[in-house]
């Protein structure tokens, strides 16, 4: 996983803390769960602290089984969710012995290299019930970037929109939705990222700017010049 699980590891409680409440990804996950049936089965690879993903997916009624590399994490999540079903493994590979009705890899996939990427596909279609939906994040075009966390390198990689669609279709599953940058919402949007920000529950310019540089690795006004960007998520 380019060293990510070790990291995280060694940041669990500052990251998780970081990582906060805020849930930009909810439109997302609202479209996502409107394709599954009710109380639907989630496995969450790459779960993290179990914020705000997996609380989202149990607070609307779903069993979720999270699975994470780093016990550091995991134990958060069995403190703060104690009826999920908390895994420590490493996702690539896995083999829990069951199905999903949903399946999302969320900030996590981007984090394995190209080979381990290609893999992953074969973990989803294992775990996925018929008819399952699938939902992952990736970067925009192929390329390895990387970022920073904690004073430490954070690996970041990710193929190009061609090869996941073929990946997809190779072992089963259909597009239904893909948005490139859709993260900061810039492409055509017209839109201030900061008012993105604010709009999805940062509470001020200054804590979205905090939290960019933690997890992108570079100051916002970087990003706004157009350099030094890292090319995934």
């Known amino acids: ?15 998780a ?24 089965a989630m496995l969450d690879l790459g779960c993290g602290a179990g914020l705000p993903i997996a609380r989202a997916l149990i607070e609307a009624g779903h069993a979720v089984t999270g699975v994470d590399a780093a016990p550091e994490v995991i134990a958060l999540c069995r403190a703060r969710f104690p009826t999920g079903d908390w895994r420590v493994a490493d996702m690539r590979g896995l083999d829990l012995g069951r199905a999903f009705d ?16 290609r893999g992953m596909f074969a973990v989803f279609r294992r775990h996925a019930a018929p008819e399952a939906g699938l939902m992952f994040t990736s970067g925009p075009a192929h390329g390895v970037a990387i970022g920073s966390y904690g004073g430490e390198a954070l690996f970041h990689a990710s193929l190009d929109a061609a090869e996941y669609r073929a990946l997809l ?65």
């Open 1 to 15: 996983r380019g060293g990510g699980d070790r990291l995280y590891r060694r940041h669990a409680v500052t990251w």
């Open 17 to 40: 803390a970081d990582r906060g409440e805020a849930q930009p990804e909810a439109a997302w996950l609202d479209r996502f769960r409107a394709l599954l049936p009710p109380r639907a």
């Open 169 to 233: 279709a190779g072992n089963g599953f259909a597009v239904v939705a893909h948005r490139a940058e859709d993260r900061l919402r810039l492409a055509g949007s017209g839109e201030k990222v900061v008012a993105v920000a604010l709009d999805v529950g940062y509470e001020s310019e200054a804590a979205f700017d905090c939290a960019f540089k933690r997890l992108v690795g570079v100051p916002l006004a970087t990003c706004r010049r157009g350099r030094g960007a890292p090319g995934a998520g």
């Open 102 to 117: 949903g399946v999302i890899a969320w900030d996590s996939v981007f984090h394995l290299d190209h080979a381990d990427q």
